[in-house]
Each structure stands twice: as structure tokens, then as C-alpha cells.
T-cell receptor, first 111, second 115 residues
């Protein structure tokens, strides 16, 4: 059974606008969360992470929000750029244990 | 620093044949992981090596899959005999420390197509 869910397979956003990618998880033991970005024919690359002691982590145009009570996290990209077009994977883990990945959301940023 | 290298990038085989995928991790990374993504599905954990030892192989689908990491350097993942449902992209990743706060560096993946 999937423990990390990304219910939107795809998302299209205009360049310059905000992209919001969502992720839900079921395991309350998860305390570390990551977002990976994947371009075609490449492996996933690490983007940003957050631990359960925080509810927000920011890195440039990328911000991850964590709502532990709702078991929900989101990735905000502001402003979105065409080079952000990729598949974004959410991942979660209990510390010291394996990462569980979602199915990915394909983001298209329209110039 | 060279990244994680996987070979072959794409393999097409008939059902019942054998395929061996290879992964060269980043030098000095004791931890090596295999993952698989079936089309449209999640990236699923297969197993984790610490040096040459299997730390966790709970994600291996069945005994048709055999992973090795002799000498604690490169790793191979053999599928024998291959079935249609084995088709997907097999990713290898490595890290200096296991899991937790240390992120994984992934290779580009080996796409396996079983006909």
C-alpha cells in the first residue's frame, strides 16, 4: 500500500506564476521529507528537504511546507520558470530508515 | 566528482531471458541502493547495501532478482528469468551516510523492457 501519495499526475503553470505541488502521507512515523526533481533520461536530483521539527523550509525560489496534523506537504515554486518543467517526486522516511517515494507530478511551465 | 553511473541505459529482452544491470556508485560512498519505477508508478525501494553487505533487501520482489556488491564497490542486479512485469526503470543511488538527513545521489537509470 502506498504510504506517500501525489494525487496530481500533472500540472501546468504560466511562467512567472506560482507552482504548488502537493503530497500526502499516511505513516505518522515519517519525520523527514524530501522533494526530488527529475528530467527525462536523468536520475532524480535532490531539491529541498524538511524535518518534522519545522513547518517551513525555504531555498531560493523553492519553499516546502509541512502540515504534520494533516500529514500533508507541499512544494511552492515562485516564480516558476520554463527550466522548472520536470517530474517532481515527494519522498518521506522515518529517520534512519528507507525513503518512500510518491508517483510524481509532471510540471510544465508555459513560457 | 563523478556521479553514479549505470549500465546499460536501455535493455530490451525476451521473457525468460536474463539481464544484468550494473551500478558504479560515487567513490567513497559505502551505501548503495537499488530502486525501481514501473511506468507511472512510484519509485520503489528494492535493497540497500552497506559496503558489500545487504543491509535491507525487503523490497526485492522475488527470488528472480539477485543483487551483489562484491568488494563493496560496484553492484550488479540480475533478473533471471525476466518476466513482463519486470519492465521499468531501475535506479541506483549512493550516499556516504545511510538514509536520514543524507540525501541520495541517483544514477540516470537503466530502462528494462521485457517483451
Amino acid at each position: 500500500d502506498q504510504q506517500v501519495k501525489q494525487n496530481s499526475p500533472s500540472l501546468s503553470v504560466q511562467e512567472g506564476r506560482i507552482s504548488i505541488l502537493n503530497c500526502d502521507y499516511t505513516n505518522s512515523m515519517f519525520d523527514y521529507f524530501l522533494w526530488y526533481k527529475k528530467y527525462p533520461a536523468e536520475g532524480p536530483t535532490f531539491l529541498i528537504s524538511i524535518s518534522s521539527i519545522k513547518d517551513k523550509n525555504e531555498d531560493g525560489r523553492f519553499t516546502v511546507f509541512l502540515n504534520k496534523s494533516a500529514k500533508h506537504l507541499s512544494l511552492h515554486i515562485v516564480p516558476s520558470q520554463p527550466g522548472d518543467s520536470a517530474v517532481y517526486f515527494c519522498a518521506a522516511s522515518p529517520t534512519g530508515n528507507q525513503f518512500y517515494f510518491g508517483t510524481g507530478t509532471s510540471l510544465t511551465v508555459i513560457p | 566528482e563523478a556521479g553514479v553511473t549505470q549500465f546499460p541505459s536501455h535493455s530490451v529482452i525476451e521473457k525468460g531471458q536474463t539481464v544484468t544491470l550494473r551500478c558504479d556508485p560515487i567513490s567513497g560512498h559505502d551505501n548503495l541502493y537499488w530502486y525501481r519505477r514501473v511506468m507511472g508508478k512510484e519509485i520503489k525501494f528494492l535493497l540497500h547495501f552497506v559496503k558489500e553487505s545487504k543491509q535491507d533487501e525487503s523490497g526485492m520482489p522475488n527470488n528472480r532478482f539477485l543483487a551483489e556488491r562484491t568488494g563493496g564497490t560496484y553492484s550488479t542486479l540480475k533478473v533471471q528469468p525476466a518476466e513482463l512485469e519486470d519492465s521499468g526503470v531501475y535506479f541506483c543511488a549512493s550516499s556516504r551516510q545511510p538514509w536520514g538527513a543524507n540525501v541520495l545521489t541517483f544514477g540516470a537509470g537503466s530502462r528494462l523492457t521485457v517483451l
